[in-house]
């Protein structure tokens, strides 16, 4: 896996935007390193997959990376070095071949600083900024001035950056190049920071040095162009004095200066390059320089190069990070110059600091999408173990952020994102576990709670989300909550106060048993109008379509229900649409659903109580015989003044019968008939 590393510029190398090309947002992504630094052999292969041959050994162990050695010569007028470090692929034995190069690593792109791969410096001449002053390597605020580096060799042009990560290496790989290749020493120094300064005097992050130039964009105020460096910073110099390939040092920042001496990590044999006393790490980079000239046409970008111009080197992870039970990240890189081998000789010219992110632990983005629509969530939960690297001890588990809260990385909020950093990376096979333990309100879990990541990504969570495409490492659907609501049908029966066991009958509760055969329907609020319409130009909007009440249970648990279930969480109106034979309707009510429920589990309850009907009839007889007499007979409420309604059929001056009289303890329950005999 490979991925490119520089940052944007932007606003944050604003003063650098008509000089360079377009550079994309680009992240480190690294691997969990064994914290041995046991030695790695360089691989001499044709095919990068191991393969021995009668090649130059262009390789670290595991890398597919080539940073080319010679290929002929002694070193000397008679017998010059030929070869050395170029952009393309060499190695392909087995086509397209499986080795990369710096050809590789800008894909499409018309070439490597369109491809955000590499960075330009300023232009030679007056506008270029270079350290002065006297300034040296421990120096904490360098003096920057402009145009004081003539078109010499210490005049930079431009660097790159790429990370490699083959199986559970990871691999940083730079490049650096000049204006001319001069013959004589040559000093190129990588540092990485942990810091990045945005080149504004006002960034606390950003060295100010008031002896150097004034900044054009702040009149009145110096330019401030490097990070403020902190403890573990790391220097990797690339030192060139006539041999077919460069000592490669590397140095951590002590707090105050950079340790001395420093640690050599090329194959060695060891030397006094990187300081007397140093310790040899061998097989831990590879660099090389160009001996022969290079086309523009190869060089993607880069123009013609003479020799010596150009050199690129190869450094494993572990040479960078020593402590692999703390995270680490470096925010920004940058190359600079100087003038001789000696460590505290004057600095020269330098390419001002990109942002980038290199780190030995990364970050975690989940994606929470509601199942269907697949629309954002927030309000979820997650954890993932193990969880954080916090100073050395992994918390287990860790909770994500809930990008959608005030608590988001970055500058804005992004629903339905949940993110965590200093996750230690994955290696050998390990994998962290990520658990959704809270779904969104309204929603419930998914039937897999939990998903099985692998750590890689090395990018902040700000950096991620910021992103054109975000590319989260899982994501969760999760189906939206649904409920049931359940109607108790019950009546009021007499027989539930009976002195008599037998005549009791099951279920009774407050002297009503259970009614079935009532039909109830649900309908939900939509045309505006409070209350439900059931009919007309606009009604409401049934949901759920009649259901009869039917008795279950036993005993004193009988009931007469009926349940509706899978309805969206919600207001909804409870309608009884067909009363019970012999039975009064109730009123309609509402039953409001906001969390999970079914039938069988806590479904809402709405319980009706209907009143039994009642029928009067009032008999008349000619006991004389029939047509002999007559009656009139007329019923009220106990009111006496409003007349109830006969039945349809009854005989007018016989018998009559009103039926469907609700019971009731009011007067307007209570009945008077007045029979008038022969009219």
Request: with cysteine; hydrophobic share 30%.
């Amino acid at each position: 896996m490979t991925d490119r590393i520089l940052g944007p510029t932007g606003g944050k190398r604003r003063r650098r935007v008509g000089l360079l090309l377009p550079l994309v947002l680009l992240a480190f992504v690294a691997l969990l390193l064994a914290a041995s630094r046991g030695p790695a052999a360089i691989q001499s292969v044709t095919t990068c997959e191991g393969t021995t041959a009668t090649q130059p050994a262009d390789l670290l162990a595991g890398s597919k990376f080539e940073i080319d050695q010679v290929t002929g010569g002694a070193g000397t007028k008679q017998s010059p070095y030929t070869g050395g470090a170029n952009l393309i692929v060499n190695h392909t034995a087995n086509p397209p071949g499986p080795c990369i190069d710096w050809q590789t690593t800008k894909g499409a792109s018309t070439d490597l600083f369109a491809a955000g791969v590499a960075k330009h410096d300023k232009a030679s001449g007056g506008t270029d900024d270079s350290f002065s002053g006297g300034t040296s390597q421990n120096d904490t605020n360098p003096v920057i001035k402009t145009g004081s580096i003539p078109p010499n060799k210490s005049d930079l042009l431009s660097f790159g950056a790429y990370k490699e990560t083959e199986g559970t290496q990871s691999f940083l790989n730079l490049f650096w190049q000049r204006d001319n290749g001069p013959a004589g020493t040559v000093v190129m120094d990588f540092e990485l920071n942990q810091k990045t300064c945005s080149g504004v005097y006002t960034d606390a992050n950003c060295t100010v040095n008031s002896h150097s130039d004034d900044d054009p964009a702040n009149p009145g105020h110096p330019l401030a162009e490097t990070p403020v460096r902190t403890a573990g910073d790391k220097l990797i110099s690339s030192v060139f004095a006539g041999s077919s390939k460069p000592t490669v040092c590397i140095y951590n920042w002590g707090g105050s200066s950079w340790d001395q001496p420093g640690t050599q990590i090329d194959a060695g044999p060891l030397t006094t390059v990187c300081g007397n006393g140093a310790t040899l790490a061998p097989n831990e980079a590879l660099g090389a320089i160009n001996f022969d000239p290079l086309l523009a046409a190869n060089t993607y970008g880069l123009g013609d190069l003479t020799p010596l111009s150009f050199g690129e080197v190869s450094v494993d992870f572990r040479a960078i990070f020593t402590d692999t039970s703390k995270c680490t990240t470096f925010g920004s890189v940058y190359l600079k110059s100087r003038s001789s081998a000696t460590f505290t000789d004057e600095l020269k010219d330098f390419v001002a600091p990109e942002s980038a992110s290199i780190s030995n632990c990364g970050s975690v983005l989940v994606k929470k999408t509601e199942t269907g629509t697949g629309t954002l969530l927030g309000g979820a939960t997650f954890t993932i173990s193990p969880g954080q690297n916090i100073n050395g001890t992994i918390e287990d588990p860790s909770t994500l952020i809930d990008e959608s809260t005030a608590a988001h990385h970055g500058t804005t909020t992004h629903t339905g994102y949940y993110c965590i950093e200093n996750i230690p990376l994955d290696s050998g096979g390990s994998q962290h576990t990520v658990t959704e333990t809270a779904p969104p309100p309204g929603h419930d879990l998914p039937g897999t709670t939990s998903q099985l990541v692998t750590v890689t990504n090395t990018d902040t969570c700000a950096t991620r989300l910021a992103a054109t495409t975000i590319v989260p490492d899982a994501t969760f659907t999760d189906p939206p909550s649904v409920g049931a609501i359940e109607v108790v049908k019950r009546a009021k029966n007499k027989n539930c106060s009976s002195s008599d066991p037998a005549q009791v009958p099951d279920g009774c509760v407050s002297g009503a048993a259970p009614l079935v055969g009532a039909g109830f329907e649900i309908w939900k609020e939509s045309n505006g109008v409070a209350g439900l319409q059931t009919t007309g130009g606009t009604p409401d909007t049934n949901v759920k379509a009649e259901q009869l009440t039917a008795l279950s249970g036993s005993g004193s648990s009988t009931k007469a229900s009926t349940c509706f279930s899978g309805l969206a969480l919600a207001t909804y109106y409870v309608h009884e649409s067909t009363p019970a034979t012999n039975y009064g309707s109730a009123a309609d009510q509402t039953a409001t659903l906001s969390s999970s429920s079914t039938c069988a589990s806590s479904p809402a309850t709405n319980t009706f109580i209907n009143p039994p009907l009642s029928k009067i009839e009032v008999k008349f007889f000619s006991t004389a015989g029939t047509g002999v007499t007559t009656s009139t007979i007329t019923c009220y409420q106990e009111n006496g003044t409003t007349v109830i309604t006969p039945d349809a059929g009854s005989v007018t001056g016989s018998d009559q019968s009103y039926s469907g009289l609700p019971p009731s303890s009011s007067a307007s329950a209570n009945y008077t008939c007045k029979v008038n005999i022969d009219p």
